[in-house]
């Protein structure tokens, strides 16, 4: 008697889609079964990383809270991605914290489409809000102002993560958009919303930030490659990754909203100036 074969898990590759080569989260010319999996950062350097990361936060806000706002934010929104990557089978996808700027999660292999590759782009922000539940009930609970701030933290970072700017996932999830419409429009788009994000960055004393995305930005450009290869996009599929961006987007205003109203005693605008001032972003 012989073993029904296996059924194939999430992990295992598609027989009937080559490795595909993506430059910043998957392993470049993968064979599967070839090359050593990724075995992830290593677990000391992950926790210096993270208290870098969440000390650095501390300093410039001053709010314990905030910290770790930002810091638990970051890994749900990762999971949110590795979850997407795993599902597609581009796993098994890990989680890497870089210091005083945030994190990423990188797969074992890029997607087999555009469109998977829109999902796994999207799932972050997306997942990534959930992180703000725990932040809504300590408010409510406690009754302390800060437990919003942390709240409305987690949805600015993750609506600031959906800009059409390489290397956020906006720039992933739009970019194969723009590209079905003309491939010139999705180069003058990310040129643009990429030099304004920095910009903004430079404004608000963001000067990691910024320099981060002008590093990304000028690697995308002497690469020449926006996005990774794969079949491209359908009419169909294209107007599903809109929808499901503005779906996305949409869920981090309204997140942000709920935790500014009482911020500002029911005044969006006044609950926006204290948000911005306990993060940091605002006198």
Request: charged content about 10%; proline content about 10%; glycine content about 14%.
């Amino acid at each position: 008697m012989t073993d029904a074969p296996r059924r194939p898990g999430p992990w295992d590759p598609k027989p009937e889609a080559p490795p595909v080569p993506d430059g910043s989260a998957a392993t470049p010319g993968a064979t599967p079964g070839t090359m050593p999996l990724d075995k992830g950062q290593n677990p000391v350097w992950a926790v210096i990383s993270t208290l870098l990361l969440g000390g650095f936060v501390w300093w410039i806000t001053g709010s314990w809270v905030i910290a770790v706002a930002l810091v638990f934010g970051l890994f749900v929104h990762e999971y949110g991605h590795v979850l997407a990557m795993n599902r597609l089978g581009m796993g098994p996808a890990r989680i890497y914290i870089i210091p005083f700027l945030g994190g990423l999660a990188k797969a074992q292999r890029g997607p087999r489409s555009e469109w998977d590759g829109v999902l796994v782009s999207l799932a972050g922000p997306a997942f990534g809000l959930l992180a703000a539940g725990p932040f809504f009930v300590g408010y409510f609970v406690q009754g302390s102002p800060a437990w919003l701030a942390g709240a409305f933290a987690i949805a600015l970072i993750n609506l600031v993560n959906l800009a059409p700017a390489p290397p956020l996932d906006g720039s992933k999830a739009l970019g194969p958009v723009l590209a079905r419409i003309h491939p010139a429009l999705e180069w003058t788009t990310m040129l643009a919303i990429g030099a304004a994000v920095i910009a903004w960055g430079v404004t608000n004393g963001s000067f990691l930030f910024a320099a981060f995305l002008a590093i990304a930005l000028i690697g995308h450009l002497r690469r020449g490659r926006w996005r990774p290869d794969g079949r491209r996009l359908s009419w169909p599929e294209a107007a599903a990754s809109t929808a499901l961006f503005l779906v996305t987007a949409a869920a981090c205003v309204v997140v942000g909203v709920a935790a500014l109203l009482p911020l500002g005693d029911g005044s969006p605008m006044e609950g926006l100036r204290q948000g911005g001032r306990m993060l940091g972003l605002s006198s």
